[in-house]
């Protein structure tokens, strides 16, 4: 099955502005696009997923990162949560939630805490038995900034398993007693996407929730989850500069000055360049990091983190020059450029800001990773 790009360009319409003044998408949307497997196209074809390799999953990422990031965003949280589940979960867990999540169920994801933003081992959530006989467990903590959470049936919870050191993953219905989901109010972008607070109040969850059963190193279960939205990050920044280079270029050739198009004038020409090399630069890091990740290469985490950091810094760059570009046109609440130049800050902050990325590769490059 593949996913049908030109279905998703119906469903989304002209939506994205929207969506983006509303803070909100059309939820029957998200579960249309969830039943076509659109929004984690790497679950293969025996779980009911469209099976994409990680270059065509890529593509596709940026397909919906071109039209809407707040949709992208939620795109990247239901795959971190399919792709941790196809490598943590047991073989009956993987058949059922992979199931839920290309069946139209929607999941957003909880690694941050007030106290645990850049440096997750600071996490305090747990997830342990509820010591009353049944083999039940109980999930306790306070996530932050948790995307989609409004629209999610599922949030898939990052914790310490019983008394630690090994921690959990834990799919917890967000219907259940003791969940509250509080949105974050405001954001500066990707506004559509929602961001919650999440808050866990002794969360009563059958023992099978827990991925692989509980234990695994904590820093094993968000390292795998991050690189995945590492990924997914960094081809949704491709598609903010691919929207952006067509506004731009657009706008380049039709708007005149001085008697001429403005793409005429040489230091508007340069910005067309600048944001030309850096699709350009972005779309071959992203490749190179899919296929390093269809491979299973020693180095596909690393190189998740390299796409994932030049990715957000092109994109963010890139969208402000689109924004120098159009001037007053783009100056619009709901035009693609000013929603790109909010949507992308954000990419230079999740799934290990710049900094965190940076001090990743340096490790890297020095040896002591
Ligand atoms: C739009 C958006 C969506 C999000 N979605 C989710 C989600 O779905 N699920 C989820 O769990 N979380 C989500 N987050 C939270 C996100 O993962 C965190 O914001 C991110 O990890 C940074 O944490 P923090 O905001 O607490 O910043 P802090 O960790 O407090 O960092 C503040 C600054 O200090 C720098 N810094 C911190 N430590 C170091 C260090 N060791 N060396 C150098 N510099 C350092 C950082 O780079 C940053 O510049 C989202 C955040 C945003 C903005």
Do not use: N
Not at 233 to 261: F, H, K, N, S
């Amino acid at each position: 099955m593949t996913v049908d790009t030109a279905a998703i360009d119906t469903l989304v319409g002209d939506g994205p502005a929207a969506w983006d003044a509303a803070g909100r998408i059309p939820v029957e949307v998200l579960r249309k696009l969830g039943a076509m497997g659109a929004l984690c196209p790497e679950v293969p074809a025996r779980f009911g997923g469209p099976g994409a390799d990680g270059l065509a999953g890529g593509e596709l990422t940026a397909h919906v990162g071109a039209l809407c990031s707040s949709l992208r965003s939620v795109m990247t949280v239901q795959g971190i949560a399919a792709a941790t589940v196809r490598r943590f979960g047991d073989r009956e867990q993987r058949r059922r939630h992979l199931g839920q999540l290309t069946g139209g169920q929607l999941a957003c994801v909880g690694f941050s805490e007030p106290g645990a933003g850049s440096d997750l081992s600071g996490m305090t959530t747990r997830v342990r038995p509820a010591a009353d006989g049944t083999d039940d467990l109980l999930v306790s903590g306070e996530k932050m900034w948790i995307t989609g959470a409004v629209y999610a049936d599922l949030i898939l919870v990052f914790g310490l398993y019983g008394d630690g050191p090994g921690g959990a993953a834990a799919l917890v219905p967000t219907d259940a007693p003791g969940v509250l989901v509080e949105p974050v109010l405001d954001p500066l972008g990707c506004r559509a996407a929602t961001h919650c607070r999440v808050v866990l109040d002794d969360v009563r969850i059958p023992a099978d929730a827990v991925l692989g059963g509980g234990g695994q190193p904590l820093s094993l279960l968000f390292t795998t989850a991050l690189s995945y939205g590492r990924m997914s990050v960094a081809w949704g920044c491709v598609g903010i500069l691919r929207a952006c280079l067509a506004a731009a270029t657009a706008d380049a050739r039709t708007r005149e000055q001085g008697g001429v198009p403005i793409a005429e004038h040489q230091l508007v020409a340069r910005h067309i360049a600048e944001l030309y090399t850096s699709e350009r630069i972005a779309t071959q890091v992203c490749r190179h990091a899919a296929d390093q990740w269809d491979r299973g290469a020693a180095d596909a985490a690393v190189t998740a983190v390299l796409a994932k950091q030049v990715a957000a810094t092109h994109a963010t760059r890139g969208a402000a020059t689109a924004v120098q570009v159009l001037a007053s046109r783009g100056f619009t609440d709901g035009h693609v450029v000013s929603r790109a130049y909010r949507d992308a800050k954000a990419m230079e902050l999740i799934e290990g800001s710049t900094e965190i990325s940076q001090l990743i590769l340096a490790r890297h490059a020095l040896g002591t990773a």
